[in-house]
C-alpha cells in the first residue's frame, strides 16, 4: 500500500441504477478480497435524480447476483458537496464527465474526476455503455468492463 490514508471513490452514472453501483459492488469486493476494508470507501451516485432511494435496476442485480455480487445500494444524486469527501470521482462516460466537470466546486476538485474507461486496457473500448435499454447481453457486458477497470483502478491504488 503506498500511503496510509484512507482512499475514498465515488462511482458516478446518469441514474445511479445500473452502472455505478455495479462499480461499487464489484470494487467493494475486490476491496474485500484482498483484506483492505479499512483502506477503501466506495460509494455511487447519479446525476438524474428521478431514481433516488431505489436499489439498482433488478435486470443488473440478477446479473451481479450470478457472479457473486449482491447489489444494495440506494440510489442517490451526486451533488458539488461530495467533492471535497472523495479523492476520486469516476464517470462511466463522457456526458458523466462533462457533467462532473461543470459540478466540481473547484480545480483542484474536477483534477478528482476520472473516466472509468481510462482504467481498460484490453477491450478498447472508451466508455461504459448504458445498459438501460439494452438485453441481457448489456448487462453482461458492462459487468465484463466493470470488472477489468475495477481490477486496475485497485491496483493502480495500491
Ligand atoms: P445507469 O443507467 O446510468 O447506468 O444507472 C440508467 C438508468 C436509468 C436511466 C438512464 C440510465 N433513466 O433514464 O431512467
Known amino acids: 500500500m503506498s500511503t496510509n490514508k484512507i482512499h475514498k471513490i465515488l462511482f458516478v452514472c446518469l441514474g445511479n441504477i445500473c452502472r455505478s453501483p455495479a462499480a461499487q459492488g464489484i470494487f467493494e469486493s475486490i476491496v474485500e ?89 484490453s477491450h478498447g473500448i472508451s466508455y461504459i455503455p448504458d445498459p438501460y435499454y439494452m438485453g441481457h447481453d448489456g448487462f453482461e457486458l458492462v459487468l465484463d468492463l466493470l470488472e477489468e477497470a475495477c481490477s486496475n483502478l485497485y491496483r493502480s491504488i495500491v
Open 33 to 121: 478480497k484482498n483484506n483492505a476494508s479499512d483502506r477503501f470507501e466506495a460509494d455511487s451516485a447519479g446525476l438524474y435524480s428521478g431514481h433516488r432511494g431505489q436499489l439498482p435496476d433488478a435486470r443488473m442485480r440478477r446479473a451481479a447476483a450470478a457472479r457473486g455480487y449482491g447489489l444494495i445500494h440506494r440510489a442517490r444524486p451526486v451533488s458539488s458537496l461530495d467533492f471535497p469527501d472523495f479523492d476520486l470521482v469516476i464517470a462511466m462516460d463522457d456526458e458523466n464527465y462533462e457533467a462532473l466537470m461543470h459540478l466540481a466546486p473547484s480545480v483542484e476538485d474536477s483534477r478528482k474526476i476520472k473516466r472509468m474507461a481510462d482504467y481498460l486496457t
